[in-house]
Nanobody, 120 residues
């Protein structure tokens, strides 16, 4: 399975961005799709996940109420709508896919990442 992220950029605090993750090479519905981020000098952290088939959604406490994950089956795409962005949201954001669960220790397939910078 291949994943390609897009939509990152520079935004002021309080602003919004929408990240996209296009999934190819596999049956879209079979995969749990997660968004992760890694800031300089910090460990990678899970941000959000949308489960396969039932499309249940999960969020880290740090983004709950500000970020929304969604999927478009017709486009094989998962989105991460990010509102009320804060400087601490600055990181490289990755999408990842796994057939098992949103809660596996390590997702099997990863995209190349997209940079999000929140700064005035």
């Amino acid at each position: 399975v291949q994943l390609v992220e897009s939509g990152g950029g520079l935004v002021q605090p309080g602003g919004s961005l929408r990240l996209s993750c296009v999934v190819s090479g596999a049956t879209f519905d079979d995969y749990n799709i997660g968004w992760f981020r890694q800031a300089p000098g910090k460990e990678r952290e899970g941000v959000s996940c949308i489960s396969s088939r039932a499309r249940g959604t999960y969020y880290a406490d740090s983004v709950k109420g500000r970020f929304t994950i969604s999927s478009d089956n017709a486009r094989n795409t998962v989105y991460l709508q990010m509102n009320s962005l804060k400087p601490e949201d600055t990181a490289v954001y990755y999408c990842a896919a796994d057939r098992s669960s949103c809660f596996v220790p390590q997702f099997g397939s990863w995209g190349q990442g997209t940079q999000v910078t929140v700064s005035s």
